[in-house]
């Protein structure tokens, strides 16, 4: 065995163990083996070398040759090892969650403007003597129409684009439009005098603009008892209106048309956006419509089976969504459903 032979061996070694170290991946890993061991490789044509040699040189070059290749392959072993590991970390840490609490960290969350309007228009409501309802959001004909006054094919329908589902008889089951057929639930389970507020989601076909989306939150409120007159609706109003938005915020009644109330009046308030001096949420009127209101209709009392000889109640309802809106100056309420956090973070 010559030096020689031995110099061509470890120079083979040595260029292996520096090729294998700049692998970084499995796949240059395979590709550097197919140059290291594979039929092109430097070991595989110096064995091929070797049948030109005498027996004895053949025989000690062969051992040296095989040394080597031994050699190699328990490096590209060894290096495979180490890049899968390093492989599988680096796949660990791309989809590793971190879930710990660390502080500073992200804002922390609160509910929904909408949420807190609601929470607290139920606060005052309370504090004026009435109590909660509550009704399903998907109701039949009957208790969001029929019952309220509107029979079938009535024009008054009109007034509300409705989505209607595809449950039982056509034109049967619906997203309610509005929280009034908790009004008619509420006076089925519980004979006057009643005093209640029911809030709640509702579904329309409007078109979102400044003061209209199709998806809205609202509370009505109803009275009956004993002795109800329009007097006791408009101080309800009012009452309400100074607790909620401030002393320097009124409102005032206007003649409208429901078909469950009668009289009805249209409920407005001072715009909050330019306290009445007119501006584009108001349509430069200085007053935002907030919902209707009304004493209840004989036919409606009728309906629950109340003699409307003996008892009378009044209604009003409005947009939870409007008040959010006027209480803190929001322009557009198309913004309360665009989740910005910009917007979300100011409330």
Known sequence: MTSADTDVATRLVDEARTRLERCATLDELRSAEAELVGKRSALATAHRALG????????????????????????????????????????????RLDLTEVLPGPRRGHLHLVQRTRDELEDVFVGMGFVVAEGPEVE?????????????????????????????????????THTSPVQIRVLQEKRPPVYAVMPGRCY????????????????????????ITFAHLAGTIETFTTAYFGPDIHSRLRPAYFPFTEPSAELEITCTICHGAGCRTCSQTGWIELGGCGMVDPAVLGAVGLDD?????????????????????????????????????QV
């Not at 329309?204 to 002795?227: K, M």
């Not at 322009?331 to 665009?338: S, T, W």
């Open 52 to 95: 030109g040699l005498p027996p004895d040189e053949r025989r000690r070059q062969g051992q040296l040759l095989h040394q080597a290749r031994s050699t190699v392959e328990a490096l590209v072993a060894e290096r495979r090892q180490t890049v899968a590991r390093a492989e599988r970390q680096r796949w660990l840490e791309a989809d």
């Open 309 to 345: 000889e003996e008892w009378t109640g009044f209604a009003f309802g409005f947009g939870i969504d409007r008040c959010a809106q006027m209480r803190h100056e929001i322009p557009d309420m198309r913004i309360l459903l665009d989740n910005d956090v910009r917007f979300l973070r």
């Open 140 to 176: 039949t004909d009957w208790y969001n129409f029929e019952a309220l006054n509107i029979p079938p094919a009535h024009p008054a329908r009109g007034m509300w684009d409705t989505f209607y589902l595809q449950i039982g008889e056509p034109e049967t089951v619906l997203l309610r």
């Open 204 to 227: 329309r076909r409007d078109t979102p603009d400044a003061r209209h989306i199709p998806v809205f939150h609202q509370i009505e409120g109803l009275v009956v008892d004993h002795g």
